[in-house]
């Protein structure tokens, strides 16, 4: 497999990671979703880890490098999906992935999305404070 | 096994999770030592240029588990406390692959001599 296949879905874009993933493969990805984040405006990237057995350093790294670019282009970053066993060893391992948020699954990730989004919205265009 | 390439650290994954299925490990214990075994194994590709992974199974009647050694005859490490030390790294990783893969288990040393290269061994027991 030679990329990761992206989908768009409603204005957010969702990333299913199900291969071991190498050094290529993941340079590869950061840069096919930063070209899709700015060709969509996409305002949401959901990466559904449900299939990894294994998350380590490496992985965490390009987690972290993925919200990290999503938040320069305004698009905020949800790993949906961790296995329980995955979530102890991260925490062992020291992996805090602190600039990544979490969620169960890619509902409730995009529900994420969509209320941050809204909150941000809100916040652009307050009430008239006249009325 | 060899652990020479990227391709060989998904090898590595998929060979200690089968031993450590093996010895009966529980599916955390399990992962924590895959884990472990691919920060190291990455280690062994990224700073040691390429080095090689023994595996034994353990089992003698008093506890089950596996223990692992990397070797390589790399650069080696000049300062060992410092590069078990949480986010210090020589390279462009997160620093955290020795210090965590100590944490991940029940038994780390580690043994390494400027220009000699590097040894790892770790364990995980049922």
Redesign the interface.
């Known amino acids: 497999m030679d990329r990761i296949p992206i989908l768009k879905l409603g204005s957010s874009l969702l990333v299913t990671i199900q291969v ?1 993933m ?3 493969l993941a340079t590869t990805l950061q840069e096919d979703l930063t070209n899709r984040i700015v060709a969509h405006s996409a305002r949401g990237v959901l990466i559904d880890i449900s299939a990894l ?6 992985i ?2 390009m987690l972290d490098n993925i919200a990290a670019i999503s938040r320069i282009l305004d698009a905020r970053t949800v790993v949906v999906g961790m ?4 979530a ?2 991260l925490v ?4 805090t992935l602190q600039g990544v948020q979490t969620a169960l699954n890619v509902e409730r990730g995009m529900a994420m999305i969509a209320r941050q989004d809204e909150a941000l919205t809100q916040i652009a265009a307050p009430a008239d404070p006249a009325e | 096994m060899a652990v020479q390439t990227p391709d060989d650290v998904v090898r590595v994954r998929q060979l200690v999770r089968v031993c450590a299925v093996k010895a009966g490990l529980g599916l955390v214990d399990q992962t924590k030592v895959v884990t472990a075994a691919s920060e190291l194994a990455r280690n062994t590709v990224d700073y040691g240029g390429g080095g090689s992974l023994t595996i034994h199974c353990i089992d003698d009647g008093a506890r089950r588990g596996v223990r692992l050694v990397f070797e390589d005859h790399g650069p080696g490490i000049a300062d060992i406390p410092m590069a078990l030390k949480d986010g210090y790294t020589t390279g462009k990783g997160l620093g955290l692959g020795l210090g965590g893969a100590k944490r991940l288990c029940n038994e780390f040393a580690i043994e390494s001599h400027p220009g000699r290269g590097t040894k790892v061994t770790i364990a995980r027991w049922k």
């Open positions: 071991d190498h050094d290529r057995e294994i998350v380590d350093s490496f965490g790294r296995r329980p066993a995955v102890i060893t062992e391992l020291g992996l």
